[in-house]
């Protein structure tokens, strides 16, 4: 049976038949078959329709706390106090688009009989849907409505420009930064120079906002730039549009350590944490180590941090995923030829690296090839799928989970540094003298901790975070990167045995 014909029968046993004003049955039950379809061969543990269904529900109640679903006899009801809004046969069946069009009528007789409902509309009532459902699945799983849907695409994708960051200094539009690899950087643009012409519209006397506005635009359309360089020569090019994603990773050197910053994971995070290791050996004088940090990244791409890893790891595994879905279940790999083999490699990591960053720290410390210090990171490694919806929306859906190559789960553990900041100095010291003696202070806290499997309780993944609790990040770090770089023996003593 077609959709529209099943709500209309479905319909037909609520209060009124017409729709209310306001509120699109028919779409909100095309959102509904569609997501469920989606999420019932996906979802980490298996949920039926019905209960997913249900679930949503509640979002009724949550509009209007004088709403109610319940089931009765075989029946689902919606009331109120006074009265039954809509009394629908539960189907015997687990068909996502019969499910749909019962949560689609049932909504509609909510809007007819509920001021809230009514007033929330079509797309507040499909947020409050999905908001319920997944308070019951886990805390990453989303619905994103259509007009916040196109600026995730939008951020997760960079927007057409020249790859430009403007601000104000006096009178002047400077450039913050020219993103590597933009069109701005290809012809020349630095960061400093100054901009004075865009498209022949001089600059003077608008906005940084403004300014950026008239270089941004469809991709693969023409913007002229006029600017002056730090050296006073006024230059002009013609440039194209391009979709640059944000800059993800900013090198320097200190001393005879590279430091990387890398403050997410996009598109482009492996080639430019490639292209700067290097860089960095083929210069004059090669770094002494290499220090990657990941304090306060929120994380981004799985398989950028997999690339990422890629570039410093030998063959081998990098992590696994596993879930319902045969798509979600992979074994991760690194490739050959890594950059930089016999340089020391330090991570840092603090209580707010998430994700892909803890995916590329959880690789290089359990492969051997570096070595974690800070404090024990966020914990989280679920994976989620997009799917995009009728109404232009997009669900995020969390369909499996990360394990670092030694099989332990990032999820709720995060990583355990080898060495540990957020004690304080004095532990701090002690553990440092120790390495420098070639013993690791950590390393039955750390056994224990990549020996953990799944499931594990809240009481046990607290007990082994207990030895370096979360944190964020400090000078204590870097400092303590540059003493094991500066003491091969120290390092190699906190380094976890490469896996065979």
Not at 12 to 24: I, L, T, V, Y
Not at 347 to 366: H, N, P, T, W
């Amino acid at each position: 049976m077609r959709l529209g014909a099943l709500l209309l029968l479905l319909l037909a046993g609520a209060a009124r038949a017409e729709p209310s004003p306001g509120f699109d049955p028919g779409m909100t039950a095309k959102v509904y078959a569609a997501a469920l379809a989606f999420m019932v061969p996906r979802t980490l543990e298996p949920v039926p329709v019905s209960q997913m269904t249900l679930w949503g529900l509640r979002g009724l109640t949550a509009l209007d706390p004088m709403l109610n679903t319940e089931q009765r006899n075989g029946r689902l009801l919606l009331t109120q106090p006074d009265r039954v809004l809509a009394d629908l046969a539960i189907p015997d069946n687990e068909d996502p688009t019969t499910w749909a069009a019962i949560a689609a009528g049932l909504s509609d007789a909510a809007a007819l009989g509920s001021a809230p409902v009514r007033n929330a509309g079509t797309r507040g009532v499909v947020q409050s849907f999905f908001d319920e459902l997944f308070n019951h699945l886990d805390a990453y799983s989303r619905y994103v409505p259509p007009d916040d849907a196109g600026e995730d695409i939008e951020r997760r994708h960079g927007e057409a420009g020249a790859g430009l960051t403007l601000a104000r200094r006096g009178t002047a539009i400077v450039v913050q930064e020219a993103i590597q690899d933009g069109p701005a950087a290809v012809a020349g643009i630095r960061h400093g120079d100054v901009i004075i012409a865009v498209d022949g519209r001089p600059v003077r006397r608008h906005t940084e906002d403004v300014v950026a506005g008239w270089i941004a635009g469809p991709a693969d359309t023409d913007v002229v730039i006029v600017w002056r360089g730090r050296g006073g020569r006024t230059r002009t090019a013609r440039l194209q549009r391009e979709v640059v994603p944000p800059e993800t990773v900013y090198p320097a050197r200190v001393g005879g350590i590279l430091v990387l910053d890398v403050v997410s994971f996009n598109q482009t995070t492996d080639i430019h944490i490639g292209r700067a290791i290097g860089q960095g050996v083929a210069a004059t004088r090669p770094p002494d180590g290499i220090v990657i940090d990941l304090r306060g990244n929120r994380g981004g791409l799985l398989r950028q941090a997999v690339a990422a890893s890629d570039a410093l790891l030998p063959a081998g595994i990098v992590a696994f995923t596993v879930g319902r879905d045969k798509e979600a279940s992979r074994i991760w790999r690194s490739g050959n030829d890594p950059l930089a083999p016999d340089v020391p490699v330090v991570v840092l990591v603090d209580g707010r690296s998430a994700s892909a960053a803890e995916i590329l720290a959880a690789a290089l410390a359990d492969r051997g090839r570096g070595v974690v210090v800070g404090s024990s990171t966020l914990g989280k490694g679920l994976v989620q799928v997009i799917d995009p919806l009728p109404d232009g929306g997009e669900l995020f859906l969390t369909w499996s989970r990360v394990l670092a190559p030694r099989g332990w789960p990032i999820q709720g553990l995060g990583v355990l540094p080898q060495v540990c900041t957020s004690r304080g100095q004095d532990a701090l010291q002690r553990q440092l003298g120790a390495l420098a003696e070639g013993t690791q202070p950590m390393a039955a806290a750390i056994a224990a901790h990549r020996t953990a499997r799944m499931p594990l309780s809240p009481a046990e993944i607290v007990a082994l975070r207990s030895p370096c609790p979360a944190s964020e990040g400090r000078d204590l770090d870097f400092d303590t990167a540059r003493t094991l770089i500066d003491d091969p023996a120290a390092y190699a003593a906190a380094l976890l045995p490469p896996m065979r």
